[in-house]
């Protein structure tokens, strides 16, 4: 099979010297044009959505030397559209906008459309009220593929707060345009998040799906899993049983580690929430995966545990929390840990005596009386002030009558 020689070229910059380019001057020799290093930084971010780590680690640096590269090449390499395309494919992605200053002073010479350049710089400064109105105005799928659902992403993350509705739009719209990839990876991701908050079941249930299906092995899957974990809490699935299990069957055909970190995720959640039958049966789960590491084992149980506290006997709990060891636990499971050592020590603690008290005074029909007189009253008339004397005078004849 013939490999198209702009991959080739793409994925020979990648391994040479990712140590990416191998220096300036070698870049330079070679004459690389800076849409074929543009085609290095897609290969980079499909890397990352295929899980593997080094590509993480690559990234930052790879970007950096992407601008090194944009600020040494000729001016007369920017008035083709393809380079100028890739500029603002960098900044987009997340770089510097230093490249784009450069090809604004360039004016005509750059073959770059002023009206993008405008919206790309007032995104990298923070000007989002500007930037959402000029892309509001504009057709995205006009524009080249990668540049159109870049902006898609960068306008549904700046009207997320204001405008969920537009915002959901916008991250369809960058899910179309952008295909398959680090873009799509991203918009589920953060999407799902959005509508959670409308409790919408079957558009969460629909982001979950598609994640599971082709995006379970990211290097971003972990925050994934937590948006998975939150959405499910947050639609309080507790109250909607039946749903649950085409959910789980979404999420069991992930890839393996996918699956326990949601199901972790899931549990940690729903014990936060009070949620019991839902961190249960994600704990059950989780422990049914094969593969668990010895901290991913001890917090399974952790979360069994705290699942069980409303039901179970707390002496026997009490002795499956001392059989976990906090070495064996991170971050906020070593919190709930001490939680639920505090909470199930008050379970069984035995109430204590109540403090000897001094014997009650004695009731004396005339003390109610006396606290009446005490007591702040407002100015009486003579009528009533005469009524309530002879009121006092019939209550104590009938006492003594008593």
């Not at 919408?200 to 998975?228: P, T, W």
């Not at 019991?276 to 593969?291: E, H, I, N, R």
Request: hydrophobic fraction near 45%.
């Amino acid at each position: 099979m013939k490999i198209p020689m702009g991959h080739a070229l793409g994925r020979l910059l990648l391994i040479s010297g990712v140590v990416l380019l191998p220096s300036l001057a070698m870049a330079e020799q070679q004459k690389i044009q800076p849409y074929e290093v543009i085609r290095s930084l897609m290969l980079l971010q499909d890397d990352l959505v295929a899980g593997k780590s080094r590509a993480m680690s690559l990234h930052a640096s790879f970007m950096q030397k992407i601008l090194n590269h944009f600020e040494s090449t000729d001016d007369a390499a920017w008035a083709d559209p393809r380079n100028a395309q890739a500029a603002l494919i960098y900044v987009l992605s997340g770089g510097d906008a230093a490249i784009l200053v450069k090809l604004q002073k360039l004016g005509e010479a750059a073959a770059l459309d002023q009206h993008v350049l405008k919206i790309a710089l007032s995104i990298s400064s923070g000007k989002h009220e500007e930037a959402r109105g000029e892309i509001a105005k504009m057709e995205l799928l006009s524009l080249p593929r990668q540049i159109g659902a870049l902006l898609a992403l960068a306008a549904a993350q700046m009207w997320q707060k204001d405008n969920t509705d537009r915002a959901i739009a916008y991250y369809d719209q960058a899910r179309l345009i952008g295909g398959s990839g680090l873009i799509e990876e991203a918009a589920l991701r953060r999407q799902l998040f959005v509508v959670a908050k409308l409790r919408d079941f079957e558009k969460v249930e629909s982001l979950i799906r598609q994640y599971c299906a082709r995006m379970g092995r990211s290097v971003f899957s972990k925050n994934m899993a937590q948006q998975v974990g939150a959405a499910i809490v947050e639609l309080n699935y507790e109250t909607s049983p039946d749903r649950l299990p085409r959910l789980f069957a979404f999420v069991d055909a992930a890839p393996l580690g996918f699956r326990r970190k949601v199901y972790l995720e899931l549990a940690r959640h729903a014990v936060v929430l009070g949620q019991s039958k839902v961190g249960t049966l994600a704990a059950k789960k989780a422990s049914s995966l094969p593969d668990l590491s010895v901290s991913e084992a001890s917090a399974i149980k952790l979360l069994e545990i705290a699942s069980s506290l409303a039901t179970a006997d707390p002496q026997q709990l009490m002795g499956e929390l001392q059989s976990l060891s906090e070495k064996q636990l991170k971050g906020t499971d070593k919190q709930l840990l001490f939680a639920l050592h505090r909470i199930i020590e008050k379970v069984t603690e035995l109430p204590k005596a109540p403090p000897k008290s001094k014997r009650p005074t004695r009731y004396r029909p005339t003390n109610r009386l006396k606290l009446r007189d005490e007591m702040t009253r407002p100015k009486l008339d003579s009528v009533s002030a005469r009524a309530l004397k002879e009121l006092d005078l019939a209550t104590r004849a009938i006492r003594q009558v008593q």
